[in-house]
């Protein structure tokens, strides 16, 4: 993330809804900065295309956006709620010149943000988003549209079937999901119809849909990929063969298996690479993740004969280096899949399918197929703080650098800021799990005590 940026974080905007920049004045402000970013001198009209979540706040935030974007010449087409991912393709498919998404993705309902996806249906690049900034402190009046040159606003109704049509077309032709008992908790976010739809309609025996009646304020709450226990709790209760769980926005998945165990995303990295490779899809021989991905991983590539490249944290980096790489799969152990053949950012329910095909093929058990190689002992903490980082204070920098010193080459640490919330994420792996536990302990008192 680029420093001196005053609104953009590692995936977008996001914040307390209406507070700070999310304030009607401030959104429209920014949706005619975007839009006259996004505008080209050619004969074609402009357009954008909105989706959100199901926060109340979007209700606020929508019409502003709107308000932004017409007032600078850009028609606009609403899609409603709708994951994440479907806004990203229908800004191709649709040739839009930018995609908007209105979410604040796992955070819980208090919060709201903006994704940005341009005409090529990728997020920004940090040139983009300054170049935007920039031109947020232009006075309100300059590049206004006039009469006929304004934008038009359509909402439409079509948008939840037509990326339910493109996310079906991922499944492996001819394959049913036929046989098979589903779970699936949509986080009372933006998936909560298209995602038991998709199954449904493959032919899957039975879906059951849990997280799937919205009221504004219930999303994540409890539910979805970042509180798992809904998950299990349903998959045990009615025998299911496999829980998918969700997040708000539905750019990201975990899985749980028959018998409720909890599989992450880089388990579920393990089992489309390998897959793949024995069906010739993976392209380039490797897989790119993020720092964050458990160790036991990156061994399981290396025994593969497959590359392991990490990035930073972010599913924006890790397509970023996808793409310079030529590599076709990549993902975060938070549940991010990124599968360029089929879309250009996570898609939580396109991955599901993948997974799925592969226990599929397998002919054996979720549990048999999804825990694909050995995890090195690792925990991680999140700290909450106010003020200054206290990964600044010096007596932090110096046990941070003490401890990695202790674990030499069996093991790491990563402590580094969110950069969606107001948090201190602390990271320790290693072969020798009473030293992770002993220098985790040790590390977040220490944070603990430096954060005010």
């Known amino acids: 993330m680029a420093k001196n940026k005053l609104f953009f974080g590692t995936d977008g905007i996001r914040g307390p809804a209406n507070v700070g920049v999310l304030t009607p004045d401030n959104v429209m402000r920014f949706g005619m900065a975007a839009g006259k970013y996004f505008l080209r001198n050619n004969i074609h009209k402009h357009s954008v295309i909105i989706g959100k ?41 649709l040739r839009a010149d930018l995609g908007v998404m209105i979410t ?27 170049a935007i900034e920039a031109l947020m402190k232009e006075g309100w009046k300059k590049g206004l549209a006039i009469n006929e040159k304004l934008g038009r606003v359509r909402r439409y109704e079509d948008f939840q079937a037509r990326y339910i049509e493109i996310a079906k077309r991922t499944f492996p ?10 779970v699936i908790d949509c986080a009372n976010g933006a998936a909560y119809k298209t995602a038991p739809d998709t199954f449904w309609e493959l032919g899957a025996d039975e879906v059951i849909s849990i997280g799937v009646s919205p009221n504004g304020s219930n999303i994540n709450d409890k539910c979805g990929s970042t509180h798992t226990d809904a998950i299990i709790s349903k998959t045990l209760e009615t025998g299911a063969d496999i829980g998918i769980a969700l997040d708000g926005d539905a750019d990201r998945v975990l899985i749980c298996d028959e018998k409720g165990n909890l599989i992450d995303g880089d388990q579920l990295l393990a089992l489309i690479a390998t897959g793949w490779r024995n069906n010739d899809q ?33 599913d924006r980096h890790v397509a970023a280096r996808m793409l310079e790489g030529g590599y076709n799969l990549g993902g975060e152990q ?3 899949i990124l599968m360029t053949d089929f879309a250009s950012t996570g898609d939580g329910t396109i991955a599901s399918l993948q997974i799925l095909a592969q226990i599929i093929r397998s002919g054996r058990l979720a549990s048999e197929v999804l825990n694909v190689f050995e995890t090195v002992p690792q925990v991680l903490e999140n700290i909450p703080f106010s003020g200054t980082s206290p990964l600044e204070k010096p007596e932090v920098i110096s046990a941070i650098k003490e401890s990695q010193v202790m674990l030499g080459n069996s093991g790491r640490i990563l402590v580094r800021p969110s950069g969606t919330e107001k948090l201190i994420r602390v990271m320790v792996e290693s072969d020798d799990e009473s030293k992770v536990n002993k220098i985790k302990g040790e590390l977040v008192s220490l944070i603990q005590n430096n954060t005010h």
């Open 282 to 314: 993976l392209t380039n021989g490797g897989v790119v993740s993020t720092v964050m991905s458990n160790l036991g991983l990156e061994r399981y590539f290396e025994g593969q004969g497959l590359d392991f490249i990490r990035t930073n944290v972010g």
């Open 104 to 130: 604040a993705s796992h955070n819980g309902f208090s919060d709201n943000g903006i994704k940005l996806f341009g005409p090529d249906g990728r997020k920004l690049s940090d040139e983009a988003e300054l």
């Open 334 to 336: 938070s549940g991010h």
């Open 173 to 182: 032709l001819g394959m049913s999901l036929k046989g098979m008992k589903i």
């Open 53 to 93: 979540d199901t926060r109340l706040s979007g209700y606020m935030i929508e019409p502003a956006l709107v308000a932004g974007f017409a007032s600078v010449g850009m028609d606009v087409k609403l899609c409603g709620p709708i994951p994440t991912p479907a806004v990203a393709l229908l800004t191709t498919r």
